[in-house]
């Protein structure tokens, strides 16, 4: 019997904690992917428990947001030498240094290539000269067409939306997170960004106008402070919600260990994103709420009108705190609408983002 070919995964490094769209995708396709072999780029000390998976600790440490230089050049170096691998699969934000270092690459060592577009550049970004390889993958129909339309060859191109495990719903995690964070009443839940989109000023300036007809909600911020702009974002909508007399029904919880027990405690999942530059197309965190049966509320704009695809989410304007204010209101105030919601999104999972599927 022949032996499985093997890819070569080119990533940020595949450890915990798990708190990356990109390297997720990675340790989820490695995990399910039965028909090759795969080598993944770690640490030192930490190897993905999987027979098919070699784990190269070729990273100093989990690195963050932006992998540094010097983190860059030890992947060019590794990507010069010779391996077992019949396919390179590259896996990051395009942008004009690593996509150029990729083509040289692809003059010294010519084989196969595919190149998943993790998190789409901004559109104000020409996309095609960062496109590299002989198989572009993207997750969203938005960028497929985005792609096609900047003069990539349709035949390259090939939409693979971003998939989860859907487990059976924990109807204990609810209350684990709720004791854990003092959370009390309707809980609305932003787990996003505060820079990249306007997305957490929309739910700031939402905030009063839900407290106004839905006075128990709570608000809870969980966000990755990526730069110090983000932490200056923070800052600043701390003091405008203070100066709203809202600060009181907001809870800043920044990143968690249990992002997962968090969805299940909140009653509404949003992410009110106008761009989801910086983001994965379809973020595993909304797909996560879906499949805890929370209901989500997204920005009508890009990818994530695919997510309200057979009435799987609510979509409002965006930068609209009105209409995203009355939308959370409303399904606070109508639970058989957000089971209705939260039930059509388990259908959609189980047809469209399921990893066994």
Request: charged share 25%; net charge neutral.
């Amino acid at each position: 019997m022949l032996a499985p070919p093997t890819v070569l995964m080119v990533s940020k490094p595949v450890v915990p904690p798990w708190n990356d769209s990109g390297k997720n995708l990675v340790k989820d396709l490695v995990s399910h992917g039965e028909r090759f072999r795969y080598r993944v780029f770690t640490t030192h000390g930490y190897a993905l428990p999987s027979e098919r998976v070699v784990s190269e600790p070729l990273y100093g440490d989990a690195g963050s947001f932006t992998p540094s230089l010097s983190a860059n050049a030890r992947v060019f170096a590794r990507l010069l030498e010779r391996d077992d691998a019949q396919l390179r699969h590259f896996f990051f934000a395009p942008n004009p240094a690593s996509s150029q270092a990729a083509r040289l690459l692809g003059l010294v060592r010519r084989m196969p290539t595919v190149q998943t577009v993790s998190s789409a550049p901004r559109t104000d970004v020409a996309i095609a000269p960062l496109l590299f390889a002989d198989r572009v993958v993207v997750l969203s129909e938005w960028s497929r067409r985005r792609v096609i339309d900047a003069g990539i060859d349709a035949r390259r191109v090939v939409c693979i939306p971003p998939c989860i495990e859907v487990p059976p719903v924990d109807r204990e995690a609810r209350a684990r997170a709720r004791d854990r964070y003092g959370l009390d009443g309707e809980v609305v839940l932003y787990a996003g960004d505060y820079q990249f989109s306007h997305a957490a000023r929309t739910i700031a300036a939402a905030i009063p106008r839900l407290l106004r007809s839905r006075p128990g909600a709570r608000v809870v911020f969980a966000c990755r402070i990526k730069q110090p702009a983000s932490r200056a974002e923070e800052v600043q909508i701390r003091e405008e919600l203070s100066a709203a007399g809202a600060s009181e029904r907001v809870t800043f919880l920044n990143e968690v260990p249990d992002i997962l027990d968090l969805l299940a405690a909140a009653d509404v999942v949003t992410l009110p994103a106008e761009s989801t530059y910086a983001k994965m197309d379809l973020p595993l965190v909304l797909l996560e709420a879906m499949a805890r049966e929370v209901p989500v509320v997204v920005a009508d704009a890009g990818p994530l009108r695919e997510m309200c695809e057979g009435d799987a989410a609510v979509a409002v304007p965006p930068n609209d705190p009105a209409a995203l204010a009355a939308a959370m209101a409303r399904l606070l105030s109508e639970p058989m609408l957000g089971q209705r919601l939260a039930a059509a999104a388990r259908s959609r999972l189980d047809g469209c983002f399921d990893c066994w599927q």
